[in-house]
């Protein structure tokens, strides 16, 4: 992020459960809901809420339902604050993934485009700025335990420096 012309690194910790609703068989709208907090330099956040929406379209999908391309896209804002102010972070990601069902395990990789917005406000002042890396890599796998129970790992690169762990539950 580049703050008053400055190269700065904002890190973030993020709680989040993610309910997933087929609404078409090639249509997927998700919530998250959960908890974030933010630091940048001069501040340090405390915990508070997150939320967020998408949506999954299946551009693709082979016969056998092995191959899938998916456009997937969403918002996700949290607040935190501390002592001296309060931020908002607005994140909104469109990506493009490909994933190949092999056994118990679907790995997946894409593209994706991410803007991530600021706004630390202190007293009658206020600050905005914006993540300068925009374009990003995507990879992880889901790992189903049976049909219903998986777990996850995902790694972002180049536009967020990321660790994504999780356990998910289809009905």
Request: glycine share 12%; net charge negative.
């Given at each position: ?19 997933d ?30 939320y ?9 999908k082979?016969p ?8 997937d ?5 949290f ?11 607005t994140?909104?990601?469109g990506?493009?993934?490909?994933s190949?069902?092999?056994?118990n395990?679907?790995p ?5 485009v991410?803007?991530?917005?600021v706004?630390?406000k ?12 925009k ?5 992880g796998v ?9 777990f996850?790992?995902e790694?972002n ?11 998910g539950f289809k009905?």
């Open positions: 992020m580049r703050i008053n012309g400055a190269k700065e690194e904002m890190t973030t910790r993020q709680l989040v459960v993610t309910g609703y087929g609404l078409l068989p090639s249509l997927d709208l998700y919530i998250k809901l959960g908890f974030a907090d933010m630091e940048v330099p001069d501040f340090k956040g405390r915990l508070d809420g997150l967020g929406v998408g949506a999954k379209f299946k551009l693709f082979d056998e339902d092995k191959l899938n391309v998916t456009i896209g969403g918002v996700t804002r607040n935190s604050g501390d002592s001296t102010g309060d931020a908002t972070v994140d909104y990601m990506a493009l993934i490909v190949n069902k092999a056994g395990m679907t997946y990789a894409g593209f994706k991410c803007e991530t917005e706004e630390l202190s007293g009658a002042s206020s600050r905005k700025f914006s993540a300068d890396k374009v990003g890599i995507l990879a889901d790992y189903f335990v049976n049909p219903n129970v998986f996850n790992g790694v690169l180049f536009d967020q420096q990321a660790v994504y762990l999780g356990a009905f």
